[in-house]
């Protein structure tokens, strides 16, 4: 799961104002999820449109939510494979390079298939929103009770 720098403080800041600022999280990342999910279908590699059309949001419990899919060619889409892999905006996105080195393969075969990245960059795009959203919703909920 990307963690994004920052946003740990500001969770922790706006709990201190209970049920209210649930809320004002909750809107935020549905805001965000919805971005990221639109981003990343405008970014996605077209032949039939299937992989556009499988990105999709989940919401895994409260304040968590999953955008992504579940064809089992995306991450070799979102990657590459062989000598085309490119993981050089995984760290932009907070992830470590061995989350994707496994779609360099083993060397049996020579597939190589150019990367096209459409998930992480979405996240990348969407993430600064999120954070000025919460810290805006902070300072909102402090003024209100200050």
């Known amino acids: 799961m990307a963690q994004i720098k920052g946003l740990n403080s500001v969770l922790k ?9 649930e809320n004002e999280i909750e809107d935020a990342l549905i805001k965000a999820s919805a971005n990221i999910e ?19 949001t989940n919401k895994i419990n409260d304040l968590n939510y999953s955008i992504g899919t579940s064809l089992k060619y995306a991450p070799y ?16 996105a907070e992830y470590t390079s061995s ?3 496994k779609f360099r393969g083993k060397g049996k075969r020579k597939v190589n298939i ?4 459409f998930l992480f960059p ?8 999120l954070i000025k959203d919460l810290k ?11």
């Open 122 to 129: 979405a996240l990348i795009i969407n993430r600064g929103e």
């Open 136 to 146: 805006q919703s902070l300072k909102r909920l402090i003024n209100k009770y200050n």
């Open 77 to 92: 889409q979102e990657f590459g494979t062989g000598g085309f892999v490119d993981l050089s905006y995984l760290s932009e």
């Open 38 to 56: 639109l981003d990343a279908k405008r970014l996605a590699p077209v032949n039939l449109g299937k992989l556009r059309q499988s990105v999709n």
């Open 13 to 21: 800041n706006l709990e201190k104002f209970g049920k209210e600022a």
């Open 114 to 117: 150019p990367a096209q990245p």
């Open 99 to 101: 989350y994707a080195a």
